[in-house]
């Protein structure tokens, strides 16, 4: 019986031993059990951890970039901001460099219009607001118009900013107008025309007030009689200077060039025979008295003077130049024009004869002369008022004394002087832009002594065209502000500082 105890204690206590062991098993089993996969989240062989860690980062295909069409870029020629479909955005912090610093810009440069002469006070557009623009995007001012030479490539020598209270106009304020050419599409150019109302007060239509802008061919033939038409671009350009308190020199009634050739034929026919002469002093008295009684009507006290007949003499002043107007109406063409003009011009309007090589004066070849000579004859009548040197310059001739010579000798004929389309030639390059500032410096020197002291009696001034790549002579820099719109050494020259 003990020993059946004993033997029973035994097996009763291995039993207690092995279901305990069971269970430590399955609890240690549940400890080290694998995690499982998920599919779909997880990638094959990849946890749910690794797969969460993987959902906080943004695939590579898919990182935010800045997309290479939107880094900052200048902006294409001939675009200004306006246009530009970025305008006003931020363009990034590009340092400026030394050559475009943000002050040398045209928005910077360009202030508004001072008064003076009544002429009203140009509000300036507000400076935009967003972060600074790239400065090598500073854009250039619209390309001329058609039928001009290109533009430039050359780099403006650097140019302090145009200063508050500089201006041409109000330099030669009691002295003499200054005004520059200007043609409808600166008015598209909002930079354009902030300067022209800053630097002048006097302004002359490049091409729009010629013949063949006015003329009317298909009108002509219908009605068998001369008929103009202004266009819309010549109005443009007369209401805005109207709007802005600007005078006008008219340009131009009788000339050779840009005067149609069937307006000399019958029937105003290109392939008409020329007409009579009593036809064509029909024609010309009907064009001069329409052209006149429009602009007094419309703008009346506006326009100060007009150039009657332009370039009537040949190139060296050897005689008349050979032109429709000379073969019907013989050299009294000029005469019978004044006297037309002077019929229907409103009292207080001059009358001028414009020319170019008006300087030239040398053996027999005698254009000066032959203008003297003309003034003379046209003040017999009180026909004319004063003689337009055109004035298209090179740093090399005419000499400065023998320009501000002839400006004397026209004036001792009792009559006024304008220098009408003023530019000077020079080469494209740091030494050319010197001799150009050191040429005007003597001319505008001595013309402003001889002013003031009575010697001459100049009335205008007007540099044709507002900036270089806006000239007829674009590549050989010519004017008194770079492509930029930024004074040049020679716009320094003219303001005598």
Same mark, same amino acid.
């Given at each position: 019986?003990?020993?059946?105890?004993?033997?029973?204690?035994?097996?009763?206590?291995?039993?207690?031993?092995?279901?305990?062991?069971?269970?430590?098993?399955?609890?240690?089993?549940?400890?080290?059990?694998?995690?499982?996969?998920?599919?779909?989240?997880?990638?094959?062989?990849?946890?749910?951890?690794?797969?969460?860690?993987?959902?906080?980062?943004?695939?590579?295909?898919?990182?935010?970039?800045?997309?290479?069409?939107?880094?900052?870029?200048?902006?294409?020629?001939?675009?200004?901001?306006?246009?530009?479909?970025?305008?006003?955005?931020?363009?990034?912090?590009?340092?400026?460099?030394?050559?475009?610093?943000?002050?040398?810009?045209?928005?910077?440069?360009?202030?508004?219009? #001072? +008064?003076?002469?009544? %002429? !009203? /006070?140009? *509000?300036?557009? &507000?400076?935009? @607001?967003?972060?600074?623009?790239?400065? $090598?995007?500073?854009?250039?001012?619209?390309? #001329? +118009?058609?039928?001009? %030479? !290109? /533009?430039? *490539?050359?780099? &403006?020598?650097? @140019?302090?900013?145009?200063?508050?209270? $500089?201006?041409?106009?109000?330099?030669?304020?009691?002295?003499?107008?200054?005004?520059?050419?200007?043609?409808?599409?600166?008015?598209?150019?909002?930079?354009?025309?902030?300067?022209?109302?800053?630097?002048?007060?006097?302004?002359?239509?490049?091409?729009?007030?010629?013949?063949?802008?006015?003329l009317n061919q298909y009108q002509c033939q219908a009605q068998g009689k001369v008929v103009i038409t202004v266009?819309?671009?010549?109005?443009?350009?007369?209401?805005?200077?109207?709007?802005?308190?600007?005078?006008?020199?008219?340009?131009?009634?009788?000339?050779?060039?840009?005067?149609?050739?069937?307006?000399?034929?019958?029937?105003?026919?290109?392939?008409?025979?020329?007409?009579?002469?009593?036809?064509?002093?029909?024609?010309?008295e009907s064009y001069i008295k329409q052209v006149l009684n429009y602009c007094d009507t419309n703008y009346p006290?506006?326009?100060?003077?007009?150039?009657?007949?332009?370039?009537?003499?040949?190139?060296?002043?050897?005689?008349?130049?050979?032109?429709?107007?000379?073969?019907?109406?013989?050299?009294?063409?000029?005469?019978?024009?004044?006297?037309?003009?002077?019929?229907?011009?409103?009292?207080?309007?001059?009358?001028?004869?414009?020319?170019?090589?008006?300087?030239?004066?040398?053996?027999?070849?005698?254009?000066?002369?032959?203008?003297?000579?003309?003034?003379?004859?046209?003040?017999?009548?009180?026909?004319?008022?004063?003689?337009?040197?055109?004035?298209?310059?090179?740093?090399?001739?005419?000499?400065?004394?023998?320009?501000?010579?002839?400006?004397?000798?026209?004036?001792?004929?009792?009559?006024?002087?304008?220098?009408?389309?003023?530019?000077?030639?020079?080469?494209?390059?740091?030494?050319?832009?010197?001799?150009?500032?050191?040429?005007?410096?003597?001319?505008?020197?001595?013309?402003?002594?001889?002013?003031?002291?009575?010697?001459?009696?100049?009335?205008?001034?007007?540099?044709?065209?507002?900036?270089?790549?806006?000239?007829?002579?674009?590549?050989?820099?010519?004017?008194?502000?770079?492509?930029?719109?930024?004074?040049?050494?020679?716009?320094?020259?003219?303001?005598?500082?």
């Open positions: 019986m003990g020993k059946s105890k004993r033997t029973l204690g035994i097996i009763t206590l291995c039993f207690l031993l092995a279901f305990c062991g069971c269970a430590d098993k399955r609890e240690t089993g549940s400890e080290t059990r694998p995690e499982a996969s998920v599919t779909g989240e997880a990638g094959e062989g990849q946890n749910v951890s690794e797969a969460a860690a993987g959902a906080a980062q943004t695939p590579t295909g898919n990182a935010p970039q800045t997309p290479t069409g939107n880094a900052p870029q200048e902006l294409p020629t001939g675009v200004s901001p306006e246009q530009s479909p970025t305008a006003g955005e931020p363009t990034g912090t590009t340092e400026p460099t030394d050559a475009a610093e943000p002050t040398e810009t045209p928005e910077s440069t360009v202030t508004a219009a #001072p +008064t003076g002469n009544g %002429k !009203p /006070t140009a *509000t300036p557009k &507000p400076a935009v @607001t967003a972060a600074p623009q790239k400065p $090598t995007a500073t854009p250039k001012p619209s390309r #001329p +118009t058609e039928g001009q %030479k !290109p /533009t430039s *490539t050359s780099t &403006p020598i650097p @140019t302090q900013s145009v200063k508050l209270g $500089t201006s041409l106009y109000k330099r030669y304020e009691g002295y003499f107008y200054f005004g520059t050419c200007v043609n409808a599409s600166y008015l598209n150019n909002s930079k354009v025309t902030e300067l022209v109302l800053e630097q002048f007060n006097s302004i002359t239509c490049e091409n729009e007030m010629k013949p063949d802008a006015l266009p819309s671009n010549t109005k443009k350009i007369l209401d805005w200077a109207k709007k802005n308190g600007l005078k006008v020199r008219g340009h131009v009634l009788v000339w050779y060039s840009q005067t149609p050739d069937w307006f000399f034929r019958e029937g105003f026919r290109s392939n008409g025979a020329l007409v009579s002469r009593e036809e064509m002093l029909s024609r010309m006290g506006m326009f100060y003077a007009w150039d009657v007949v332009n370039e009537a003499f040949t190139d060296d002043g050897t005689g008349y130049r050979d032109c429709n107007w000379y073969k019907i109406l013989g050299e009294d063409y000029i005469t019978e024009a004044f006297r037309f003009a002077r019929k229907y011009a409103s009292a207080g309007t001059k009358l001028f004869y414009n020319d170019f090589n008006t300087y030239i004066n040398y053996s027999d070849k005698l254009k000066t002369t032959r203008i003297c000579n003309l003034v003379k004859e046209l003040k017999k009548e009180n026909l004319i008022d004063g003689v337009g040197m055109q004035a298209h310059l090179g740093v090399s001739y005419p000499s400065a004394d023998d320009f501000v010579r002839t400006v004397t000798t026209f004036s001792n004929l009792g009559v006024e002087v304008q220098i009408t389309e003023l530019d000077v030639m020079t080469t494209a390059n740091a030494s050319g832009w010197k001799q150009q500032a050191d040429y005007l410096d003597r001319i505008f020197s001595a013309l402003e002594k001889n002013d003031r002291t009575g010697v001459c009696n100049l009335t205008s001034v007007s540099v044709w065209g507002i900036a270089d790549n806006y000239s007829w002579r674009a590549e050989s820099t010519p004017l008194l502000f770079d492509d930029n719109l930024k004074p040049k050494a020679a716009y320094y020259s003219v303001l005598q500082q």
